[in-house]
């Protein structure tokens, strides 16, 4: 699901991750916009749809973990893990 969202939604991903890079310590405000365009695109595709259904809570605890520890991104690896783990079982 990840690669479809890539696939479709490749040019948005690209620019947040250029926005995320560009802005360690302000991303979070810098990139909101950008991060909405992604959104709005993988909305549009059903197996995004199920993943954003499912997988809604271990996303929320990343981007949680994002917020509370904005240029430390590592910090937030095994929240990020979890999500990936249940995309995949989508």
Do not use: K, M, N
Not at 6 to 31: F, K
């Amino acid at each position: 699901a990840l690669e479809l969202t890539a696939r479709h939604c490749g040019a948005e991903l690209e620019r947040y991750g250029r926005c995320v890079a560009a802005s360690p310590e302000s991303w979070q405000r810098d990139c909101h916009r950008l991060r909405l365009g992604i959104a709005q695109c993988a909305s549009a595709h059903p197996i995004v749809r199920q993943i954003r259904r499912d997988c809604a809570e271990p996303f929320a605890a990343f981007e949680r973990c994002l917020r509370e520890h904005p240029g430390s991104a590592r910090r937030c690896h095994p929240h990020a893990s979890a999500f990936l783990l249940c995309a995949e079982r989508v």
